[in-house]
């Protein structure tokens, strides 16, 4: 097996590793920026070639013409068969890990297996909901340990219609933090219908007649890939939605930027769509350069190959 382990910002780079990992054939280690640009991640295409030249398996266009829609069912493990297998190991927050997935999903190459050593900002009080999501350990060196010897449980993998993928969590709001104008839909259900005034329409089942401001949406663990709910208040939380109901499979998710979520207003579903004339679409605390009329979240047709307990 080869393993690339991605040490992403200060915090990744001060985390002691076991010397034993710098002596190992067969794994390298890379320093990267706290969220790694395209350029800073081209290597990956050289490793993902070298140990897969051809793909023989289907196409994603191949896969979409399909008349059965197995891969839209419960995750798979990944087909392909290269000449060894490629542990890719990302130490870094959820942003770090939507870039390395947003690169590999973008070049086709989801077949790695994928580990997460959560590493976030003490000064800020971050907290990552990918490894809440996944249960995986808080403590590094244990997260470490489940990255390069645990076993890969694949889960769907959610993206945008602008082609980033989402490692923790996405959310939907104003431009300018107010109330949210437009219309947020999960597969048939309206989350949120919401004109200028703050007003929700009476056929939304949505937030229940209060003012919502967005809507935050999760991966889940299996079909259908998405869990969203709305958010109703402005002002950050403490301690909000501690957890996903156990039965819509998900887990724990404890990160608030923005408003209050309600549970009763959870769904799930394959795709959340989104229209309004300013929205702000934020990817794991990444927020969109500029305003948005209309954004697209969906499961990809390829799992994420993701080690977890």
């Known amino acids: 097996m080869r393993v690339l382990i991605l040490r992403c910002g200060q915090a990744a780079a001060e ?9 190992s054939a ?17 290597f990956l295409s050289d490793h993902t070639t070298e140990l897969l030249p051809v793909d023989p398996t289907p196409s994603l266009e191949e896969i979409q013409a399909q008349p059965r829609v197995e891969h839209q069912a419960a995750p798979q493990l990944a087909p392909q068969q ?13 942003a770090a890990l939507s870039a390395v997935l947003t690169r590999l999903m973008r ?12 590493v976030t900002d ?9 490894a809440r999501n996944w249960s995986l350990p808080t403590d590094p060196a244990a997260a470490l340990k489940l990255a390069l010897t645990g076993e890969v449980k694949p889960v769907p993998l959610i993206r945008n219609d602008a082609g980033q993928a989402v490692a923790g969590s996405a959310t939907i709001t104003q431009w300018d933090g107010g109330a949210m104008t437009g219309e947020i839909i999960v597969d048939d259900a309206t989350l949120v219908q919401q004109d200028a005034r703050g007003l929700a ?40 939605f501690a957890r996903w109901r156990k039965n819509k499979g998900t887990t724990q998710d ?18 959340v769509q989104a229209g309004g004339p300013e929205m702000a679409v934020h990817v794991d605390g990444v927020r969109s350069p500029r305003p948005q009329k209309r954004v697209t979240f969906y499961r990809h047709l390829r799992d994420l190959q993701i080690i977890r307990p």
């Open 201 to 240: 329409d009476g056929s939304s089942a949505g937030s229940g007649g209060a003012t919502a401001f967005g809507a935050r949406l999760v991966p889940m663990l299996s079909a259908p890939g998405i869990a969203a709910a709305a958010h109703t208040a402005q002002e950050k939380p403490r301690g909000l």
């Open 254 to 271: 404890a990160d608030a930027n923005v408003g209050k979520l309600d549970p009763s207003t959870l769904v799930t579903g394959r795709a």
């Open 26 to 42: 067969g794994v390298e280690i890379f320093s990267l920026p706290a969220v790694p640009a395209r350029g800073d991640l081209k």
């Open 15 to 23: 985390l002691v590793l076991p010397a034993t990992l710098h002596r």
């Open 122 to 130: 003490a000064a800020r009080d971050d907290e990552s909901t990918a």
């Open 107 to 118: 070049a086709d190459a989801l077949w790695p297996q994928i580990g997460f050593v959560p």
């Open 82 to 94: 290269p000449v060894m297998p490629l542990r890719i190991i990302v130490l870094g927050s959820d």
